[in-house]
T-cell receptor, first 113, second 116 residues
Framework: AQTVTQSQPEMSVQEAETVTLSCTYD???????LFWYKQPPSRQMILVIR??????QNATENRFSVNFQKAAKSFSLKISDSQLGDAAMYFC??????????FGTGTRLQVTL | KAGVTQTPRYLIKTRGQQVTLSCSPI?????VSWYQQTPGQGLQFLFE???????NKGNFPGRFSGRQFSNSRSEMNVSTLELGDSALYLC???????????????FGEGSWLTVV
C-alpha cells in the first residue's frame, strides 16, 4: 500500500522568508501524481501545486515550487517570500489514475512577523 | 465556475440516528469522492463514485454508504451514528478521466458532523 510521510508536524517561518516542507512517499508504481494541499482554519482543502511523476521538471506556482526527486521518492514544497496568509496545515498527497488520494499527516506552518 | 458545494455545513445528531450529506461537484466533473477527517485518524478515504458507480471504497463499516445521481451529485449516508463518527466530511470532485487535469481533485468546504 502506498504511504505518505510528513516528518515535520510543525514549522515556523518569518514573513518574507523561505521555508521548505518535506514529504516522502512509498510506492512501487511509476505513473502517479503528487499534490500539496493547504488547509487554512476554514478547513477547506485548497490545491497548492501538483506534479506528474512522468515529468522531470519541477512544478511551480508563483511563490510555491516543489523539489521532486523520483528515485528518492521525495516531494518537498518550497514557499518563497512567506506571507501571513500562508499560515495553515499543509498536506502532501499521492494519487494514481482512477484511485484515491493518500494523504500524509500534515505540517502546521506558522508565519511570524 | 462554481466550486464543490456541500450541504449542510454543520449538523448535530444523536447517537443511533442517521445522517445524509450532500455534495454537488464542479460542473463537468464526473467523479465524486468522500473523505473523513478527524484529529486522531487524519484524512481517510471513504469512497469514490464515477458515473453513478462506486469505483473505489475505503476501509469503513457498512454503516457508511453513498450514491451518485445522473447529474453527478452525490450523497453519503451514515446510519446508526456513533460518537466516533464526529468528524469533518470532505467531498471532492474531479473529471475522473486519465491524463491532463483529470486527476486533480478539488474539495468542498466540508460538512461538520457532531454526534452527541
Amino acid at each position: 500500500a502506498q504511504t505518505v510521510t510528513q516528518s515535520q508536524p510543525e514549522m515556523s517561518v518569518q514573513e518574507a522568508e523561505t521555508v521548505t516542507l518535506s514529504c516522502t512517499y512509498d510506492t512501487s508504481e511509476s505513473d502517479y501524481y503528487l499534490f500539496w494541499y493547504k488547509q487554512p482554519p476554514s478547513r477547506q482543502m485548497i490545491l497548492v501545486i501538483r506534479q506528474e511523476a512522468y515529468k522531470q521538471q519541477n512544478a511551480t506556482e508563483n511563490r510555491f515550487s516543489v523539489n521532486f526527486q523520483k528515485a528518492a521518492k521525495s516531494f518537498s514544497l518550497k514557499i518563497s517570500d512567506s506571507q501571513l496568509g500562508d499560515a495553515a496545515m499543509y498536506f502532501c498527497a499521492y494519487k494514481r489514475t482512477a484511485s484515491k488520494l493518500t494523504f500524509g499527516t500534515g505540517t502546521r506552518l506558522q508565519v511570524t512577523l | 465556475k462554481a466550486g464543490v458545494t456541500q450541504t449542510p455545513r454543520y449538523l448535530i445528531k444523536t447517537r443511533g440516528q442517521q445522517v445524509t450529506l450532500s455534495c454537488s461537484p464542479i460542473s463537468g466533473h464526473r467523479s465524486v469522492s468522500w473523505y473523513q477527517q478527524t484529529p486522531g485518524q487524519g484524512l481517510q478515504f471513504l469512497f469514490e463514485y464515477f458515473s453513478e458507480t462506486q469505483r473505489n471504497k475505503g476501509n469503513f463499516p457498512g454503516r457508511f454508504s453513498g450514491r451518485q445521481f445522473s447529474n453527478s451529485r452525490s450523497e453519503m449516508n451514515v446510519s446508526t451514528l456513533e460518537l466516533g463518527d464526529s468528524a469533518l466530511y470532505l467531498c471532492a470532485s474531479s473529471l475522473g478521466t486519465a491524463g491532463g487535469g483529470g486527476n486533480t481533485i478539488y474539495f468542498g468546504e466540508g460538512s461538520w458532523l457532531t454526534v452527541v
